[in-house]
């Protein structure tokens, strides 16, 4: 019989924690910075019902990720500060999976220096009934959960 071994984890040396440090660090400043300057701007998004604002981020982020809009991306930024700042999450299991699929079937094509219009209207109409979808699912689950 033979006795297990086992692999014991290395102690991270402090070159490594240091490291850890610095990006840690660095993350956290960018994070105040976004709340700083959102917070600055008056806090824009505060009184947006918390249906509205997850209706309003799934649309942002599927545009901007999804058909690659880089004119959203200030309010996607805005409405991830708005998330955090009320100590929710995003709904991302919501958009991730539908993401896939959609870049899947348009993202090669719509990446093309010049894609077909009908293509690109196609695609388009088709991410607004996924959000359409995505969102009236989730007011619906809302709906059904406040009745329980």
Request: proline share 5%; aromatic share 6%.
């Amino acid at each position: 019989m033979s006795k297990t071994i086992r692999a014991s984890a290395q102690k991270p040396d402090d070159a490594y924690l240091q490291v850890v440090r610095r990006i840690s660090t660095c993350v956290e400043q960018q994070i105040l910075s976004r709340i700083r300057d959102y917070l600055g701007r008056g806090r824009p998004l505060a009184g947006l019902p918390a249906q509205s604002l997850e209706a309003q981020w799934i649309a942002a982020y599927l545009e901007v990720h999804a058909l690659d809009d880089a004119s959203r991306e200030d309010e996607l930024r805005d409405l991830g500060t708005e998330f955090d700042l009320r100590g929710l999450t995003p709904p991302w299991s919501l958009v991730v999976p539908e993401l896939a699929r959609f870049t899947e079937r348009f993202g090669k094509a719509l990446r093309r220096r010049k894609p077909d219009p009908a293509l690109v209207e196609r695609a388009e109409a088709e991410l607004e009934a996924v959000c359409d979808r995505l969102i009236e699912d989730r007011r619906a689950a809302s709906i059904s959960g406040e009745r329980a």
